[in-house]
Nanobody, 131 residues
Framework: QVQLVESGGGSVQAGGSLKLSCAASGDGARTYCMGWFRQAPGKEREGVATVDSDGNTKYADSVKGRFTISKDNARKILTLQMNSLEPEDTATYYC?????????????????????????WGQGTQVAVSS
């Protein structure tokens, strides 16, 4: 079992930046696949970015080039640096963890599209971007 606690949300004007952090604790916290997800009011939860145990990253097209996900395995902290924020980025952001899965015949981390394979979730942190 792993526990996740997010921090760093807030309000910012369009074009601004925010950095989200997620502190992981519990058994196996260093070996989980990790990701950031978000849910805007009235919309389904969607993947933003994921990072595997080797540091390989994947991003949703909507945030590519603006957001950077990183993982400090020693400190068990996951971060999301968000630059050039847009009003469309307004949402509650969640940190989540998953075990590696057999996907396409090989053991690998679920990517950001595979929301349902992420089984441990933080409580979320709100991000509001005004125009």
């Amino acid at each position: 079992q792993v526990q996740l606690v997010e921090s760093g949300g807030g309000s910012v004007q369009a074009g601004g930046s925010l950095k989200l952090s997620c502190a992981a604790s519990g058994d196996g916290a260093r070996t989980y696949c990790m990701g950031w997800f978000r849910q805007a009011p009235g919309k389904e939860r969607e993947g933003v970015a994921t990072v595997d145990s080797d540091g390989n990253t994947k991003y949703a097209d909507s945030v590519k080039g603006r957001f950077t996900i990183s993982k400090d395995n020693a400190r068990k902290i996951l971060t999301l640096q968000m630059n050039s924020l847009e009003p469309e980025d307004t949402a509650t952001y969640y940190c989540a963890a998953a075990w590696r899965q057999v996907i396409g015949g090989r053991l690998t981390c679920p990517t950001y599209e595979m929301v349902r394979l992420y089984i441990h979730w933080g409580q979320g942190t709100q991000v509001a971007v005004s125009s």
